[in-house]
Structures are given as structure tokens and as C-alpha cells.
T-cell receptor, first 116, second 113 residues
Framework: AQTVTQSQPEMSVQEAETVTLSCTYD???????LFWYKQPPSRQMILVIR??????QNATENRFSVNFQKAAKSFSLKISDSQLGDAAMYFC?????????????FGQGTRLTINP | DSGVTQTPKHLITATGQRVTLRCSPR?????VYWYQQSLDQGLQFLIQ???????AKGNILERFSAQQFPDLHSELNLSSLELGDSALYFC????????????FGPGTRLTVT
């Protein structure tokens, strides 16, 4: 079974600085998807960014980018120019491409605090 | 707003009781997923339906059951409730199981006293 590990329960960063959240995963599959979800105090799960395993290029969405290292099974999230609105729980998630196994497997989350 | 609706937003009930959580997927989405978020277990997949049929099962207790109706809305039934069932229950939907993105509803907060 696939597992996702986020080794940083909490992180903090100064406003306007850059922060990197770590995620590692374990799988024997070669084709899959990886995601970062944001959960603000409202509890809504918001998709931040996704990465297809077959793509070598790292995904980027505005201030959010990932460092995807397939061989190392590592998928970190970099947030540039941190803003107060970025404060939230961040979850790394894995999704298989195998039919019938397309559930999301989540890590334990990293609580990100933005210091003004 | 993801387009996925869940009712009720909050539910407080006693141990031993039964509750039903409802989810309406985004218009056009055929697949529905249920997840449980608790302090102990984190975010866990419970069950998936596609066009009315069960497609995959996760760590769902025997006391829990779900179904997806012809209009594609889904219900999660929780019975013989225990204190440990207190959690946030999310529904998510996607166009079909093969589509990578799942859109999450706002969740139902269940408190068992």
C-alpha cells in the first residue's frame, strides 16, 4: 500500500519569505499523481498544485512550485513571497492511476504559520 | 466554492445513535468519494462510488455504509456511533474515476457525545 510522510508537523516563515514543505512517499507504481492541498481554518480542502509522475518538469502555480524527485520519491512544496493568507495546514497526497485504486492517500499534514 | 455541497454542516449526537450525511457532487461529476478527518487517524479514504456503483473501499467500519442514488447524490450512514467517530467527514467528486482532480465539499463536522 502507498504511504505518504510529511516529517514537519509545523513550520513558520516570515511574511514575504520563502518556505519549503517536505513530503516523501512510498509506492511501487510508475504512473501516479501527487498533490498539495491547503486546509485553512475554514476546513475547506483546496487544491494548490498537482504533479503527474510521467512529467519530468516540476509543476508551478504562481507563487507555488514543487520539487519532484521521482527516484527519491520526494515531492516538496515551495511557497515564495509568503502571504498571511497562506497560513493553513498543508497536506501532501498521492493518487494511483490504477482503476479502482484512485483514492487520495494523504500525509499527516504540516501546519504553516506566517509571521507578519 | 467547489460546487460540491454537503449537509448538514454540523451534527451533534449521542453514542449509539445513527446519522446520515448527504453529499451532492458537482454538476456532471459521476464519481463520489468519502473521506474522514480525525485527530487520531488524519485524513482517510472511506469509500468511492461511480455512477451508482461502489468502486472502491478503504478503511470504512462495518457500522458505516454508503450509497449513491440515481440523481448521483450520495449518503453516508453511520450507526451505533462511538465517541471515536467524532470527525470531519468530507465528500469529494470527480468527472470519472480516471480524472486526476477531486473537488472537495465543505465537510460535515460530527460530534458524538
Amino acid at each position: 500500500a502507498q504511504t505518504v510522510t510529511q516529517s514537519q508537523p509545523e513550520m513558520s516563515v516570515q511574511e514575504a519569505e520563502t518556505v519549503t514543505l517536505s513530503c516523501t512517499y512510498d509506492t511501487s507504481e510508475s504512473d501516479y499523481y501527487l498533490f498539495w492541498y491547503k486546509q485553512p481554518p475554514s476546513r475547506q480542502m483546496i487544491l494548490v498544485i498537482r504533479q503527474e509522475a510521467y512529467k519530468q518538469q516540476n509543476a508551478t502555480e504562481n507563487r507555488f512550485s514543487v520539487n519532484f524527485q521521482k527516484a527519491a520519491k520526494s515531492f516538496s512544496l515551495k511557497i515564495s513571497d509568503s502571504q498571511l493568507g497562506d497560513a493553513a495546514m498543508y497536506f501532501c497526497a498521492y493518487r494511483s492511476s490504477i482503476q479502482g485504486a484512485q483514492k487520495l492517500v494523504f500525509g499527516q499534514g504540516t501546519r504553516l504559520t506566517i509571521n507578519p | 466554492d467547489s460546487g460540491v455541497t454537503q449537509t448538514p454542516k454540523h451534527l451533534i449526537t449521542a453514542t449509539g445513535q445513527r446519522v446520515t450525511l448527504r453529499c451532492s457532487p458537482r454538476s456532471g461529476d459521476l464519481s463520489v468519494y468519502w473521506y474522514q478527518q480525525s485527530l487520531d487517524q488524519g485524513l482517510q479514504f472511506l469509500i468511492q462510488y461511480y455512477n451508482g456503483e461502489e468502486r472502491a473501499k478503504g478503511n470504512i467500519l462495518e457500522r458505516f455504509s454508503a450509497q449513491q442514488f440515481p440523481d448521483l447524490h450520495s449518503e453516508l450512514n453511520l450507526s451505533s456511533l462511538e465517541l471515536g467517530d467524532s470527525a470531519l467527514y468530507f465528500c469529494a467528486s470527480s468527472v470519472d474515476p480516471g480524472y486526476y482532480e477531486q473537488y472537495f465539499g465543505p465537510g460535515t463536522r460530527l460530534t458524538v457525545t
